[in-house]
């Protein structure tokens, strides 16, 4: 089997679809179920059409094409990832994995290469939580870790229910039909950017990873008392805002105490009410997201962090409410992807980096139905989910063919 990835139409696809956006260059915007995210998947379905790939779309609005196997009973693999872009975000995030996917399946075509187990390429369902306020929704549903139920009390930003966006974006089906079983796939790989620096600080090409961090992400709200700017005296206030201050503080206080650079956590929306310059605070909405990769660790932290908060309302008058969005388990990368990832690097005498995301991505939940791994490159002083983020095309080119390897290995296992 001679691979060889063509860096040429990968880099003019990915250019392609960075310009399916409601951003300007070198931004873009891709929020699911937009009329913009819609001529995206279009143009992607028919580029996977034209390699003869069979197509199919859930209810939710994953997208599965399938180069069929020999044996079409045995359990399939999978590739893929997403290519919905947060506002004002880069060309890499995701696109990589869908786009890398589809280049790893062509070459291992060209190469007359011949998969026993069918091998499939998934487009993901807004992985970013941008619109619904949760992410990974595509994968969630697949795995069961989000019931059909649950998704349907989902609303935008706009109050708009997730039923009537995806029916009026033409998801068609009920959403019960989405979940996979346990064992619908014998294996799951997904190429992406490492969205941070330690593999370009190390000058080593790619990243095979061990484990997942997850998040847990709740809304914090502060209810305090408003008032004149100049007519409360400080010492009758109960102002939100300090209070909401002195827990942020004790957010990255939490973290930097919990013994492990993989403990994260931000406080990424602060929502002030009535937010007039000579108007006390009265409300105040955080959102906070702790990540880790070990989840005893992490919900140490959120216990410090509450019992943090409870002391400053007692102190402050002030009352802290914590409203939970979700609380995902980490996961631990399958031996059965992460060895083959390792034999595809050592034939091919690329060097490799174990490592471990911090982001979390749809191999998260595609792990709870499946063996899953990643497969990480460099990008460029570790920038993502910004207008100037950036992977070469010689790494993505890299990825591409340790993933069409690593593909042929896992299709041909019976």
Same mark, same amino acid.
């Given at each position: 089997?001679?691979?060889?990835?063509?860096?040429?139409?990968?880099?003019?696809?990915?250019?392609?679809?960075?310009?399916?956006?409601?951003?300007?260059?070198?931004?873009?915007?891709?929020?699911?179920?937009?009329?913009?995210?819609?001529?995206?998947?279009?143009?992607?379905?028919?580029?996977?059409?034209?390699?003869?790939?069979?197509?199919?779309?859930?209810?939710?609005?994953?997208?599965?094409?399938?180069?069929?196997?020999?044996?079409?009973?045995?359990?399939?693999?999978?590739?893929?990832?997403?290519?919905?872009?947060?506002?004002?975000?880069?060309?890499?995030?995701?696109?990589?994995?869908?786009?890398?996917?589809?280049?790893?399946?062509?070459?291992?075509?060209?190469?007359?290469?011949?998969?026993?187990?069918?091998?499939?390429?998934?487009?993901?369902?807004?992985?970013?939580?941008?619109?619904?306020?949760?992410?990974?929704?595509?994968?969630?549903?697949?795995?069961?870790?989000?019931?059909?139920?649950?998704?349907?009390?989902?609303?935008?930003?706009?109050?708009?229910?997730?039923?009537?966006?995806?029916?009026?974006?033409?998801?068609?089906?009920?959403?019960?039909?989405?979940?996979?079983?346990?064992?619908?796939?014998?294996?799951?790989?997904?190429?992406?950017?490492?969205?941070?620096?330690?593999?370009?600080?190390?000058?080593?090409?790619?990243?095979?990873?061990?484990?997942?961090?997850?998040?847990?992400?709740?809304?914090?709200?502060?209810?305090?008392?408003?008032?004149?700017?100049?007519?409360?005296?400080?010492?009758?206030?109960?102002?939100?805002?300090?209070?909401?201050?002195?827990?942020?503080?004790? %957010?990255?206080? &939490?973290?930097?105490? /919990?013994?492990?650079?993989?403990? +994260? #956590?931000?406080? *990424?929306?602060?929502?002030?009410?009535?937010?007039?310059?000579?108007?006390?605070?009265?409300?105040?909405?955080?959102?906070?997201?702790?990540?880790?990769?070990?989840?005893?660790?992490?919900?140490?932290?959120?216990?410090?962090?509450?019992?943090?908060?409870?002391?400053?309302?007692?102190?402050?008058?002030?009352?802290?409410?914590?409203?939970?969005?979700?609380?995902?388990?980490?996961?631990?990368?399958?031996?059965?992807?992460?060895?083959?990832?390792?034999?595809?690097?050592?034939?091919?005498?690329?060097?490799?980096?174990?490592? %471990?995301?911090? &982001?979390?991505?749809? /191999?998260?939940?595609?792990?709870? +139905? #499946?063996?899953? *791994?990643?497969?990480?490159?460099?990008?460029?002083?570790?920038?993502?989910?910004?207008?100037?983020?950036?992977?070469?095309?010689?790494?993505?080119?890299?990825?591409?063919?340790?993933?069409?390897?690593?593909?042929?290995?896992?299709?041909?296992?019976?």
């Amino acid at each position: 089997m001679n691979l060889a990835i063509d860096q040429d139409r990968l880099l003019s696809e990915i250019e392609a679809l960075a310009r399916i956006s409601d951003a300007e260059a070198p931004a873009v915007t891709r929020i699911v179920f937009t009329p913009t995210d819609l001529e995206a998947r279009a143009w992607l379905r028919a580029r996977c059409v034209e390699q003869g790939l069979a197509v199919r779309q859930d209810a939710i609005g994953n997208i599965f094409a399938r180069w069929t196997g020999t044996d079409e009973k045995a359990a399939p693999i999978a590739t893929g990832s997403h290519f919905d872009a947060i506002p004002n975000a880069g060309k890499y995030d995701g696109v990589v994995g869908v786009l890398g996917g589809l280049e790893a399946i062509r070459a291992l075509q060209r190469s007359e290469f011949r998969p026993t187990r069918s091998v499939e390429l998934i487009l993901f369902t807004s992985e970013e939580p941008t619109r619904f306020g949760i992410g990974c929704l595509g994968s969630r549903m697949l795995s069961g870790t989000l019931t059909a139920e649950a998704a349907r009390q989902l609303t935008d930003t706009s109050d708009q229910t997730l039923e009537h966006v995806r029916q009026e974006a033409d998801m068609r089906g009920d959403l019960e039909s989405v979940r996979l079983n346990s064992g619908h796939y014998s294996a799951f790989v997904e190429l992406h950017i490492e969205q941070g620096p330690l593999l370009e600080r190390a000058r080593v090409p790619l990243g095979i990873v061990e484990s997942i961090a997850a998040p847990a992400s709740y809304q914090l709200i502060a209810e305090g008392a408003g008032g004149h700017a100049g007519g409360v005296l400080m010492a009758d206030r109960k102002d939100s805002l300090c209070a909401a201050a002195e827990i942020i503080l004790a %957010v990255e206080e &939490a973290t930097l105490s /919990s013994g492990s650079s993989d403990t +994260v #956590a931000t406080v *990424g929306i602060c929502d002030v009410f009535p937010g007039a310059v000579n108007s006390i605070p009265s409300r105040v909405r955080l959102t906070l997201d702790v990540r880790d990769t070990n989840l005893p660790r992490r919900d140490r932290v959120l216990q410090t962090i509450q019992d943090k908060a409870h002391h400053v309302s007692k102190k402050r008058g002030v009352s802290i409410q914590f409203h939970i969005v979700n609380a995902d388990a980490p996961a631990i990368c399958s031996s059965i992807v992460t060895e083959a990832l390792i034999r595809s690097c050592s034939k091919h005498n690329l060097p490799f980096q174990k490592i %471990v995301s911090r &982001a979390y991505h749809d /191999s998260l939940f595609m792990s709870r +139905v #499946a063996p899953a *791994g990643m497969l990480f490159i460099p990008c460029r002083n570790g920038y993502s989910h910004r207008p100037d983020e950036f992977a070469s095309t010689e790494d993505i080119a890299r990825g591409t063919l340790i993933l069409a390897e690593t593909l042929a290995e896992l299709s041909s296992l019976i």
